[in-house]
C-alpha cells in the first residue's frame, strides 16, 4: 500500500470478498497464542485492522480495552459501531498512542503492505514504543511460498449487490512484490455504472530477515509459527505468525 487513498473503494465491498476468511478460527488461534506465551491481556491495540472483524466476534477477553486502528478511515468506518475512541485511523509507523498496552496484533498479511524494511523496522519501533515491558507484539505475513503458490496471474471476480469486481495478481518473484489489481463497477444511484480501479502492493520479506529486523529494533522473538499451527514457521510456510515480546 502506498498511501491513504488505497484501501478506498474496496472498503464496502472488503468483507464480501473475504468471506472465505474463518475469522473465528482465526481469533480462536490467536487467543491460543498469547495465552502460551503467558498472556491475559487487557489494554489491546490492533494495527491494520481494516473493517475489525474481530469487533464482532468474542476474540478478546471480556475486561479487554481494544482500540482498532488502520490507515484507511473508509476501512474503519465499515466496522461495527464503535466508540470513536476505540476506532482510530492511524499509521502504524506513526502511532498517536502513549500506551500502555499489553498486546498489539497485526493481521492478515497487513505487514506485507509496509514496502520498505525501513517501514517495518519503523512499525516495529513504535510497537515496541507503545507496549508494556513485557507485552507481546502478534502478527503474520504472507509468504513467498503463498504469493507462488496462489496468487501469480491469478484471476477472480464476484457479484455482489451495486458491485461487480474483478481481480488480477502477480507476483514479481525478483522485486519480491505481491500485486492485486483490482476493477470495481460500482453502480451510482441514477443506477449507472462507474469504474474503478484500485491496486494494492505487497512486499514478500525473508522470514528470516524479519526475525533480524524485529531483534535489531529491541524485541524478542519468541515464536514464529505455520499457517495456524504450532509447528515452526519457515521460508516454505505459506503464512507465518510471528510471537515477539518487549523485554521486561
Ligand atoms: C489485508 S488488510 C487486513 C485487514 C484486517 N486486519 C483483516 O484481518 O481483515 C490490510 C490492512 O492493512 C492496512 N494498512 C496498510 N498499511 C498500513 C499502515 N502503514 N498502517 C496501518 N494500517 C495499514 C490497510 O489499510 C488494510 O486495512
Redesign the pocket.
Known amino acids: 500500500?502506498r498511501d491513504e487513498t488505497s484501501?478506498r473503494t474496496i472498503a464496502p465491498y472488503y468483507d464480501y470478498i473475504?468471506a472465505h476468511v474463518d475469522y473465528d478460527a482465526w481469533g480462536r488461534y490467536l487467543a491460543r497464542l498469547w495465552k502460551k506465551h503467558g498472556m491475559d491481556p487487557v489494554g489491546i491495540l490492533e494495527?491494520?485492522?481494516?473493517?475489525c472483524?474481530f469487533a464482532r466476534r468474542d476474540v478478546f477477553p471480556p475486561k479487554a480495552r481494544v482500540v482498532y486502528s488502520?490507515?484507511?478511515p473508509f476501512?474503519l468506518t465499515q466496522a461495527p459501531v464503535l466508540t470513536p475512541d476505540c476506532r482510530v485511523a492511524?499509521?502504524?509507523?506513526s502511532l498517536p498512542f502513549k500506551g500502555p498496552f499489553d498486546l498489539c496484533l497485526m493481521?492478515?498479511?497487513?505487514i506485507n503492505?509496509?514496502m520498505q524494511e525501513e517501514d517495518v523496522s519503523l512499525c516495529f519501533k513504535e510497537s515496541l514504543r507503545v507496549l508494556a515491558p513485557g507485552g507481546l507484539f502478534i502478527f503474520d505475513v504472507t509468504t513467498e511460498a503463498n504469493s507462488k503458490k496462489h496468487f501469480h496471474h491469478a484471476v477472480d471476480y464476484g457479484e455482489m449487490e451495486g458491485c461487480t469486481y474483478f481481480r488480477e495478481s502477480h507476483f514479481d518473484r525478483e522485486a519480491r512484490l505481491q500485486g492485486n489489481d483490482f476493477v470495481f463497477f460500482v453502480e451510482g444511484r441514477e443506477g449507472n455504472w462507474r469504474k474503478v480501479k484500485e491496486s494494492h502492493q505487497q512486499r514478500i520479506y525473508k522470514i528470516d530477515r524479519l526475525k533480524a529486523l524485529a531483534k535489531k529494533a529491541g524485541y524478542k522473538v519468541e515464536g514464529l509459527f505455520e499457517g495456524f499451527t504450532f509447528r515452526p514457521g519457515k521460508e516454505g510456510s505459506e503464512r507465518v505468525h510471528f510471537v515477539l515480546r518487549k523485554p521486561a
Open positions: 500500500m484501501y473475504m494495527l491494520g485492522a481494516g473493517t472483524p488502520d490507515l484507511s476501512m492511524a499509521n502504524a509507523l493481521v492478515y498479511d497487513a503492505y509496509l
